[in-house]
């Protein structure tokens, strides 16, 4: 077989090869990405919410000890 017709066959198999892998590294890499994506977005929302729930546990503390401090102001202007 001569060089060139070998040099050509072999890059055409190489080509081949590649266009046939492509497209499943890019699904691959999407995938990937949307995962990402996804797990962020997951981590992001539970942040929020912590958040908020901290926030309300806080807010609810604090009338408490609102509550607290009148109660005590009035048992001493009581006294």
Not at 2 to 11: D, E, H, N
Not at 39 to 50: F, H, L, Q, R, Y
Request: charged share 20%.
């Amino acid at each position: 077989m001569p060089l060139s017709l070998r040099l050509a066959t072999t890059t055409t198999t190489r080509w081949q090869t590649i266009n046939r892998r492509l497209p499943l590294a890019v699904a691959a890499a999407a995938a990937a990405a949307a995962r990402r994506a996804h797990s962020t977005a997951g981590e992001a929302a539970a942040a929020v919410a912590d958040a908020a729930a901290t926030r309300s546990a806080s807010s609810a503390t604090m009338t408490e000890a609102k509550a607290g401090e009148a109660a005590v102001a009035e048992a001493e202007t009581e006294a």
